[in-house]
């Protein structure tokens, strides 16, 4: 999956686990593409954070936690990234 195409769906992606962040990842990409990423990033977070899950639901409770875990480290990785590189955000 690539960030150019879809950086909602990405984010998404990184949400539900199926894609890793890293440094190396990161390396290719535009500060444009970056900065659409780390938006996209808090956008999915938001929206993960305005669920509305009974407390009796361990499971939808545990998946919401590791979803927003998730989303929180890609952003910290980001962030990072975007620092040592000099790229403003």
Known sequence: ?????NPKKFAQAVADGF????????KGHSSNQ????LSNLELVRREIRQLQI?????????????????LSQA????RTYCKKMRIPL
């Open 1 to 5: 999956m690539s960030l150019s195409a």
């Open 19 to 26: 894609v890793r962040l890293s440094p190396p990842m990161l």
């Open 34 to 37: 970056l900065k659409a990423l």
């Open 54 to 70: 009974s407390l009796d639901d361990v499971e939808a409770v545990k998946q919401k936690n590791y979803r927003m875990s998730r």
């Open 75 to 78: 952003e910290l990785i980001l």
